[in-house]
Nanobody, 127 residues
Framework: QVMESGGGLVQPGGSLKLSCTAS????????VKWFRQAPGKEREGVSCINSSDDTTYYVDSVKGRFTISRDKAKDTVYLQMDKLEVEDTGIYYC??????????????????????WGQGTQVTVSP
């Protein structure tokens, strides 16, 4: 099982750091992708990190503001979100695809090979 934490309420321009951990398997072995779903909108992919070489990928709307990373000693993947905007509001999920590399379209919000999902963590950006 995958678990997200770190969501909350923040003002525009603020920061949050999300964490993704796993129980019953080792997250370090797999690519991890962050998704989000805003109210009334389709789910979209946000960022992904390979396990094989730690290469990172970002959707254009978050480039320069979000940073994905992993701490292999803690078996945890993080999403550092800076300069948050109201449009970043949504439920954030992390998921693994059972492979050591990300899919080719980071912005794709379909589950596809990403079979292991968490319950999500709410991020609300509001003045």
């Amino acid at each position: 099982q995958v678990m997200e934490s770190g969501g909350g309420l923040v003002q525009p321009g603020g920061s949050l750091k999300l964490s993704c951990t796993a129980s019953e398997f080792t997250l370090d072995y797999y690519a991890v992708k962050w998704f989000r779903q805003a109210p009334g909108k389709e789910r979209e992919g946000v960022s992904c990190i390979n396990s094989s070489d730690d290469t990172t990928y970002y959707v254009d709307s978050v480039k320069g503001r979000f940073t994905i990373s992993r701490d292999k000693a803690k078996d945890t993947v993080y999403l550092q979100m800076d300069k948050l905007e109201v449009e970043d509001t949504g439920i954030y999920y992390c998921a693994t695809n059972g492979l050591d590399f990300c899919d080719s379209d980071v912005g794709n919000g379909e589950s596809g090979d990403y079979k292991r999902w968490g319950q999500g963590t709410q991020v609300t950006v509001s003045p």
